[in-house]
C-alpha cells in the first residue's frame, strides 16, 4: 500500500540553526510528494512539492529533493526562524491520481530565539 | 468565502450522542475531502467527494459515520453514537478539480471531545 512516515518530533532549534526533517515513503508507481505545513491555529497549506525523480520543490527557504534511489523527500532549511514553529506533514498521491493525499503523522517544530 | 470554513470550531458531546460537522468549501471547488486528525496519528482519510461522481467512502471508519455533499457545495459529516475514540480534529479540504497533483487548501478543523 501506500505510507509515508517521517521523523518523530518534536523538534526543537535555536534561531538560524539548520532543519532536516526526514521523509520517506512506500508507494506503488511513481507517486506526487508533498509538504504541507500547520501554523499554530491555522489550516494546513501547502509548503512544496514534486511530482517526479529528481525534482526539487522549495518555497520560503525550504527545500526537499524527491530521490527516487532512496524514497525519500527530506525537508530542509539552511536557517530557521521563530516563525517557522509548525508543525509539518510529508504527503503523497500515487501515480494513478485516484486516492487522496496519503498523510505523515507529521512533526512539530519549535523554534527558540 | 475567502477560504474553507468549518463549523463548529470546538464540539463537546457526550458518548452516544449524534453530532454534525459543516464544511464551506471555496467557491468553484469541485474537490472535497474529510480528515481526521488525533493526537500521535496523523491524518486520517476518511471520504473524498469529486464534482457528481459517487463519493469514496474507503476510509470511513465505521457505519456510524456517514457524509453527505448538497448541491456539488456544502458537506456535512455526521457521526452517530459517539464514541470516546472519535475525539479528534475533523478537517475539510477543497481542491478546483481534484485532479493529481492539486494543491488542497485546508479548513481550520472542528476539534471534538466525546466524553
Known amino acids: 500500500g501506500n505510507s509515508v512516515t517521517q521523523m518523530e518530533g518534536p523538534v526543537t532549534l535555536s534561531e538560524e540553526a539548520f532543519l532536516t526533517i526526514n521523509c520517506t515513503y512506500t508507494a506503488t508507481g511513481y507517486p506526487s510528494l508533498f509538504w504541507y505545513v500547520q501554523y499554530p491555529g491555522e489550516g494546513l497549506q501547502l509548503l512544496l512539492k514534486?511530482?517526479?525523480?529528481?525534482d526539487k520543490g522549495s518555497n520560503k527557504g525550504f527545500e526537499a529533493t524527491y530521490r527516487k534511489e532512496t524514497t525519500s523527500f527530506h525537508l530542509e532549511k539552511g536557517s530557521v526562524q521563530v516563525s517557522d514553529s509548525a508543525v509539518y506533514f510529508c504527503?503523497?498521491?500515487?501515480?494513478?491520481?485516484?486516492?487522496?493525499?496519503?498523510f505523515g503523522k507529521g512533526t512539530r517544530l519549535s523554534v527558540i530565539a | 468565502g475567502a477560504g474553507v470554513s468549518q463549523s463548529p470550531s470546538n464540539k463537546v458531546t457526550e458518548k452516544g450522542k449524534d453530532v454534525e460537522l459543516r464544511c464551506d468549501p471555496i467557491s468553484g471547488h469541485t474537490a472535497l475531502y474529510w480528515y481526521r486528525q488525533s493526537l500521535g496519528q496523523g491524518l486520517e482519510f476518511l471520504i473524498y467527494?469529486?464534482?457528481?461522481?459517487?463519493?469514496?467512502k474507503s476510509g470511513l471508519p465505521s457505519d456510524r459515520f456517514s457524509a453527505e455533499r448538497t448541491g456539488g457545495s456544502v458537506s456535512t459529516l455526521t457521526i452517530q453514537r459517539t464514541q470516546q475514540e472519535d475525539s479528534a480534529v475533523y478537517l475539510c479540504a477543497s481542491s478546483f478539480a481534484g485532479t493529481t497533483n492539486e494543491k488542497l487548501f485546508f479548513g481550520s478543523g472542528t476539534q471534538l471531545s466525546v466524553l
Open positions: 504527503a503523497l498521491i500515487p501515480f494513478s491520481g485516484n486516492t487522496p493525499l496519503v
Open positions: 467527494f469529486q464534482g457528481n461522481s459517487a463519493p469514496d
Open positions: 514534486a511530482t517526479k525523480a529528481d
